[in-house]
């Protein structure tokens, strides 16, 4: 199937999740995951209605970002201290952040810049040790010093991963602990959670945005990561 399709596609199973969690498609923002994926692609898919796109690595957003045609940019990977200058003013959301180290990185560049940055806060809430994000037990803490100490930081809400099970249902109960935090704080707007294998459980317990990349894409080829 073509990218166009392939969007198409899940534009509908984006609105009927939508629908059965009682909202509307708009109400759940469609964000393309490009990471190993070319300009060329990227640009089919911006063509085809993409507003938004979510790259992981720092490198992969400087390779592309002038080769892509105008549009929103996502951090969604972990992001190291180190790398926050070269990105802050490329794109319009973190979704991962989970220290305050981090958090006051991006303070002193986001000021230094004369911006307010738009992040997410990432849950781990599977507790999964091999996963970035903070535990449940520990987000609010980090809301409230990021709060106190980083006024050019704007927490727009949360982000987690579900961890990868061949049934989608046993994602539910992770998006589920993400959203009761996610409603504790009535001025978030957004709660990023979804990925190609399980967005459609993750819209029905109210994800606004969803990071879909192979369902439009493909497989991706890692081996084209060596080089
Ligand atoms: C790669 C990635 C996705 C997209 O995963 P797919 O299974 O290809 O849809 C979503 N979120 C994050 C953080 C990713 O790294």
């Known amino acids: 199937m073509s990218i166009r399709a392939n969007i198409d596609h899940i534009n509908k199973l984006k609105e009927e999740a939508a ?5 509307k498609s708009e109400d759940v ?5 490009t990471k190993l994926h070319s300009p060329d692609e990227i640009n089919e898919a911006i063509n085809s209605g993409i507003t938004d796109i ?13 080769r892509v045609k105008p549009v929103r940019w996502h951090l969604i990977g972990h992001l ?13 959301l973190i979704h991962s952040v989970d220290s305050i180290k981090l958090a006051k990185e ?6 230094a810049e004369g911006k307010t940055m738009d992040i997410l806060i990432q849950v781990n809430s599977a507790e999964e040790e091999s996963k970035f994000g903070v535990g449940v ?15 050019h930081i704007n927490i727009k809400g949360l982000m987690c991963i579900a961890p990868l099970e061949d049934d989608p249902e046993e994602a539910r109960p992770f998006f589920r602990a993400v959203k009761e935090i996610f409603d504790e704080h009535k001025e978030f707007t957004l709660l990023s959670m979804g990925m190609s294998n399980d967005f459609q459980v993750a819209i029905e317990e109210g994800s606004t945005a969803i990071r879909v990349g ?3 894409f ?6 084209s990561e060596e080089k």
Request: glycine share 4%; proline share 2%; with cysteine.
């Open 19 to 23: 629908v059965r969690s009682g909202r």
């Open 29 to 33: 923002l469609l964000i393309a995951v």
């Open 54 to 66: 979510g790259e992981n690595k720092v490198q992969e957003i400087l390779d592309k970002y002038d």
């Open 80 to 92: 190291q201290t180190n790398k926050v200058k070269y990105i802050i003013d490329k794109v319009s």
């Open 106 to 111: 991006i303070e002193k560049r986001a000021s």
């Open 137 to 151: 037990d520990e987000v609010e803490a980090l809301i409230d010093e990021i709060r106190t100490t980083c006024p």
């Open 214 to 216: 192979t369902a439009i």
């Open 218 to 223: 493909g497989n991706r080829d890692y081996r």
